[in-house]
């Protein structure tokens, strides 16, 4: 009878984490996206203050009509951001989330981004790779997705060269945790981080060279990167790892690598401190042999993102964006004067105004 509970109680204790890890799934939403045309070069500002006109029925406090403080810049909302400034609010109507709706563009996950929170998420990881790129040129024009369309026309050296740089690619990162845990055999780096405006994982080239090795000899220029591999499918380097003891309880099954044992029957009579199966049975190429140290960058790299990726936004230093704005626009989620002046007296988050 005692066993019969016990049974009765990890079973029920297993439905409850599933039902709840299906709660927290992502919830896609499809949407059909209205194309945003690059921003102009130049404008007179009649057509720069039409494309702004609904936007400031509703975003009527501001320091500054853009964020180019120069009267030389004439730029409406809607040449960077997208959006519909046809739409226009009357009193009362600042928390109509219908005229919202119609104003903005809308994202693919909604709950993921907490909308219509405007506030960044927490710990988003690759939200942005997944998201549709109208929405991310909405909520960051210098996001280096959709930044050669929205500042292209101004800024299109500076933007190449963000994308090329260890800001973005964190190539020096990439090259130096390979070649030290034996998933490449050189020190010449070939790979980086780079994504196409889908979210898709890309090459990323340099400009064309006269003699690629003797730059590469003389400079440390790199012809072109491609995409950090995926962690399921390369082969582990560490070789030796394959002779690890692992605990005395080891199976001659395959591990579900990544996936712990749920009810903890193994854990119960294993030695402390073991681990409760090696990596495989198997050797290299078989059953859930995987390359541990490809897992751990791919993890580092999203705990610890670079100018692809919002910051984690759950502790002073990381509360940013993405693209050129990480660094070149105030951002005020960490609720700190000392950080972002009188920006943060005013921010609302959630709906709560912060304690200063």
């Known amino acids: 009878m005692k066993y019969f509970f016990t049974l009765s109680f ?24 209205d194309e945003i045309p690059p921003a102009p070069k130049s404008q007179s500002m009649a057509e720069a203050l039409q494309k702004s006109a609904g936007c400031q029925s509703c975003h009527t406090t ?41 104003a903005h563009v809308l994202p693919s996950y909604p709950e993921d981004w907490h909308y219509p929170h405007s506030a960044n998420p927490e710990a988003s990881y690759t939200l942005l790779n997944r998201e549709a790129k109208e929405f991310v040129r909405f909520v960051n024009p210098s996001d280096l997705r959709v930044a050669k369309e929205a500042c292209g026309a101004c800024h299109l050296e500076t933007v ?7 800001m973005a690619t ?13 998933v490449l055999p050189f020190k010449k780096y070939i790979l980086g981080e780079a994504y196409t405006p889908d979210g898709e994982p890309s090459a990323i080239k340099g400009p064309p060279l006269k003699d690629a090795d003797a730059n590469w000899d003389s400079h440390g220029v790199l012809p072109v990167l491609y995409p950090f591999p995926t962690w ?38 294993e030695e402390p401190g073991r ?40 502790n002073p230093g ?9 660094c ?7 609720r700190d004067p000392r950080h972002s002046g009188p920006y943060a007296a005013s921010l609302v988050i959630h709906g709560k105004i912060p304690d200063q």
């Open 275 to 314: 681990p409760d199966f090696r990596q495989s049975n198997r050797g290299p190429g078989t059953g859930g042999r995987i390359s541990v140290p490809v897992l751990n960058v791919h993890k580092t790299r999203l705990n610890d993102p670079l100018m692809w990726f919002l910051g984690t936004n759950d």
């Open 318 to 326: 990381d509360y940013r964006t993405s693209g050129c704005g990480a």
């Open 232 to 269: 399921e499918t390369t082969p582990p380097g560490d070789i030796f790892r394959v002779f690890e003891r692992g605990g005395r309880n080891i199976s001659n099954l395959f591990p579900e690598t990544g996936l712990p044992n749920a009810l903890g029957l193994i854990q119960r009579i």
């Open 160 to 166: 190449q060269a963000a994308k090329r740089s260890i």
């Open 328 to 334: 070149h626009v105030v951002y005020a989620n960490d």
């Open 62 to 102: 501001t320091d500054s009509m853009t964020m180019h403080e120069s009267p030389g810049v004439v730029l409406g909302c809607t040449d960077c951001h997208g959006g519909d400034a046809n739409i226009f609010t009357m009193e009362g109507d600042i928390k109509n989330k219908n005229l919202m709706g119609q």
């Open 170 to 182: 964190s190539a020096m990162f990439l090259g130096a945790a390979t070649y030290a845990n034996n």
């Open 10 to 33: 990890m079973s029920l204790l297993l439905c409850c984490v599933q039902s709840v890890s299906a709660s927290e799934a992502s919830v896609y939403v499809d949407r059909v996206y």
